[in-house]
């Protein structure tokens, strides 16, 4: 996933992520056998224990990052950033049983990214309706030719056109030399 979401990461102007990718990538490739395997096994999380329903670190951390935000706003110190995740922690485990004790819980809520079932339908609904699909050979609306992208905004490039002047302003192959290059070393031994 990191080798692909380079170029795009470059194109939108996410420099770091970017960055991300090739140190993760180098990183990878020069641990011994041993390591990579532990890597492969650990390199997900659970939000909340299900088996088979992993998501990768840093969304996990991402998402804590987000939440330990919102409750402290600006008044931010080691020790409360400490004491929120604990409780963050805490009531990640007892949230959904709690709500439903009181009758206001919401099984239509997912896990993991907080969307309702009901907002995502209305999402599909307002892409068909964009998209002139009625039912009747939907597939063969979406595959055939089209006279323009509904969704585009005046103006706007394509991705594949935003990365193919990334890879003109830069080849991946360079841009991945430079930035291994001007990674920070460890010159202690």
């Not at 394509?158 to 841009?175: F, N």
Request: hydrophobic share 35%.
């Amino acid at each position: 996933m990191y080798m692909y979401m380079i170029n795009p990461f470059r194109a939108t102007n996410k420099y770091l992520y970017a960055k991300l990718c090739v140190y993760n990538l180098h990183t990878y490739y020069i641990l011994k056998p041993e390591l990579r395997d532990i890597w492969d096994r650990e390199r997900t999380a659970s939000l909340r224990g299900h088996v088979g329903r992993n998501v990768g670190w840093d969304f996990a951390l991402e998402r804590m990052n987000l939440e330990v935000q919102t409750l402290l706003g600006s008044n931010i110190s080691a020790e409360r950033i400490q004491e929120c995740i604990r409780q963050l922690n805490g009531i990640r485990h007892i949230r959904a049983p709690a709500l439903d004790a009181f009758g206001i819980g919401d099984a239509d809520l997912s896990e993991y990214n907080g969307i309702l079932e009901s907002d995502v339908q209305a999402l599909v609904h307002k892409i068909k309706e964009a998209l002139k699909f009625d039912g009747i050979d939907d597939a063969g609306k979406l595959l055939g030719p089209s006279q323009s992208n509904p969704f585009r905004s005046p103006g706007s490039k394509t991705p594949w056109g935003r990365i193919a002047q990334a890879e003109t302003h830069e080849s991946k192959h360079a841009y991945v030399t430079r930035t291994v290059r001007s990674a920070p070393r460890n010159t202690t031994g």
